[in-house]
């Protein structure tokens, strides 16, 4: 299985800042991988797939990068609305996994 | 714009079996997408357990492989999930999905979830 390590699993950060997360895959997956926007108590939103693909309906201050086995979710200038958990997820082999997720809450 | 319901039991008991349903509207289930499930126990990450074809091609979580069915009706526009023998560990909030079969691309629609819990 391709294990998935997202760092860090928690961080604290004030409205306006620029956040980096970031998921290392166990072997190399290409571009691969998505990330998911998670709010509490709502159901996963698909953000970025193909690593850098914005998904319609997020906003530009989003972006991804990466090939490989590294990749970073940004997010340029955090805004209220974007605390929330987020996932990645390899799909390059199965059993499809994810990664443990990044809580981004306010600071 | 397709679009899941999660239907099925929110109490299990435990070594029972878990069946949920999901429900296809806005497209037909033979369009080319894997339908899937996704479970998130409570305060935890994602795990993914199931995808399956309209052409009856699947592919399943080794770690649940031998509990877990994937299946399909293209009659009712429905897909299935059974997990037999459960226990508190498979206690969570269980999602169905679906991705686009030609592309990797990631789990484009998701149905609003369903909470599952073992009770002993």
């Known amino acids: 299985d391709i294990q998935l390590t997202q760092s860090p699993s928690f961080l604290s950060a004030s409205v306006g800042d620029r956040v980096t997360i970031t998921c290392r895959a166990s072997?190399?997956?290409?571009?691969?991988l998505a990330w998911y926007q998670q709010k509490p108590g709502k159901v996963p939103k698909l953000l970025i797939y193909?690593?850098?693909t914005l998904q319609s309906g997020f906003p530009s201050r989003f972006s991804g990068s990466g090939s490989g086995t590294e990749f970073t979710l940004t997010i340029s200038s955090l805004q209220p609305e974007d605390f929330a958990t987020y996932h990645c997820?390899?799909?390059?082999?199965?059993?499809?996994?994810f990664g443990g997720g990044t809580k981004v809450e306010i600071k | 714009q397709v679009q899941l319901q999660e239907s099925g039991p929110g109490l299990v008991k435990s070594s029972g079996t878990l069946s949920l349903t999901c429900a296809v509207s806005?497209?037909?289930?033979?369009?080319?997408?894997?339908w899937g499930w996704v479970r998130q126990p409570p305060g935890k990450g994602l795990e993914w357990i199931a995808e399956?074809?309209?052409?009856?091609?699947?592919h399943y979580n080794p770690s649940l492989r031998s509990r877990v069915t994937i299946s399909l009706d293209k009659s009712k526009n429905q897909f299935f999930l059974n997990l037999n023998s459960v226990t508190s560990a498979d206690t969570a909030q269980y999602y169905c999905?679906?991705?686009?079969?030609?592309?990797?691309?990631?789990?484009?629609?998701w149905g609003q979830g369903t909470t599952v819990t073992v009770s002993s």
């Open positions: 999905a679906s991705r686009w079969y030609d592309n990797p691309y990631g789990m484009d629609v």
């Open positions: 806005g497209d037909s289930i033979t369009i080319n997408k894997w």
């Open positions: 399956t074809l309209h052409s009856g091609t699947t």
């Open positions: 072997q190399g997956i290409s571009t691969y």
């Open positions: 193909a690593a850098s």
């Open positions: 997820q390899q799909l390059d082999s199965y059993p499809l996994t």
